[in-house]
């Protein structure tokens, strides 16, 4: 039985009718037709929504199957799970806007991290995934075992080292939630994040492979396969959070199959929704319209196309709401 809309959505339907708002709920309607019709979805996160607790709504998605891979930068990796263990020690700046450098340095002299309004704790955040993320590293370098830094995240979460340090309800962090599911992730660049950072630091020292971590030549590889087996019938839908190489790695796996492999049986995105607050301008990927995409083979002319010049840490959960049916 269909289930009956919860009072997010009848507010988006009844307030939304213009603009901005109005391709919200068209890119929402065009995201739930793209599921019924048995489409799967990737989502691309960017920008720093684990920090800004994305998870409260994007583990329900999950949960319900609305999401079947995700396409994450290092640092939403990791952030999602700092939140998880770490969540009373992080300080919120309203007035961030209005920081001297000097209260910046303070700031690091104490162990904080700025995110815009939000300072994530190093010792509580950091050091405490990395005292329990270096055994598994190195257990895997002895045995001279890969995986890719997503598995190693889901080894961490599994084994359930962290549960006592769980600082919110675990409902809510979107890397538990995929993690229990199973849902693939490909993390591009992820040495570009702190739990990267430590990582080379490591093969620095000389107590790590550096192969013991898969690479972004893997993933690309590994991507390739799982879109081509997935890119038929309804094809595979593209929810891009923010630009970036979260966006952009992931997008390219169909033109590279179908160009450089010279697959022809694959189809190209069958849904594309971005939200960006990056202006078009000259050689933006972040702010570079839909049609562009076309010209790279990205998406197909009749792709359902949508751009929402919004705040994402806005507008994401909304459209999450709109496809629960909350």
Not at 122 to 136: D, L, P, T, V
Not at 140 to 169: C, N, W
Not at 217 to 228: N, R, T
Request: proline share 4%.
């Amino acid at each position: 039985m269909e289930l009956e809309r919860g009072p997010i959505s009848k507010f988006m339907e009844k307030n939304y009718l213009h603009f901005n708002a109005a391709t919200v709920v068209d890119a929402a309607k065009g995201y739930e037709a793209h599921l019924t019709k048995g489409g799967k979805m990737l989502i691309s996160l960017a920008g720093a929504m684990s920090t800004a607790e994305l998870g409260i709504s994007l583990a329900e998605m999950i949960r319900q199957d609305k999401v079947d891979i995700i396409s994450c930068t290092g640092a939403n990796l990791e952030e999602d799970i700092m939140n998880l263990v770490a969540h009373s020690h992080y300080k919120r700046i309203p007035n961030y806007r209005d920081l001297s450098p000097q209260d910046e340095l303070d700031l690091l002299n104490n162990k904080y991290n700025r995110v815009t309004d939000t300072c994530i704790p190093e010792e509580e955040a950091f050091r405490r995934i990395q005292e329990h993320i270096e055994k598994i590293w190195k257990d895997a370098d002895t045995k001279a075992e890969r995986y890719f830094p997503h598995e190693y995240m889901y080894k961490l979460l599994l084994s359930g080292v962290l549960e006592q340090y769980y600082e919110i309800d675990p409902a809510n962090s979107w890397m538990l939630a995929a993690a229990q599911k199973g849902i693939p992730i490909v993390v591009p660049g992820w040495e570009d994040s702190t739990m990267g950072n430590i990582f080379a630091s490591y093969v620095i020292k000389g107590e790590i492979k550096a192969s013991t971590t898969k690479s972004g030549i893997e993933y690309m590889v590994w991507l390739a396969d799982w879109y081509a087996q997935n890119a038929i019938n309804e094809g595979v839908g593209f929810f891009q959070i923010g630009g970036g190489i979260a966006g952009d790695f992931a997008m390219c796996v169909a033109p590279m199959l179908a160009q450089d492999l010279e697959r022809d049986d694959v189809l190209r995105w069958r849904y594309y929704c971005q939200i960006t607050d990056s202006t078009t301008s000259f050689g933006s990927y972040s702010g570079c319209i839909p049609n562009e995409k076309i010209t790279w083979g990205k998406l197909d002319l009749d792709t359902p196309s949508y751009v929402i010049e919004s705040d994402a840490t806005i507008v994401a959960p909304l459209i999450f709401s709109w496809v629960l049916k909350h």
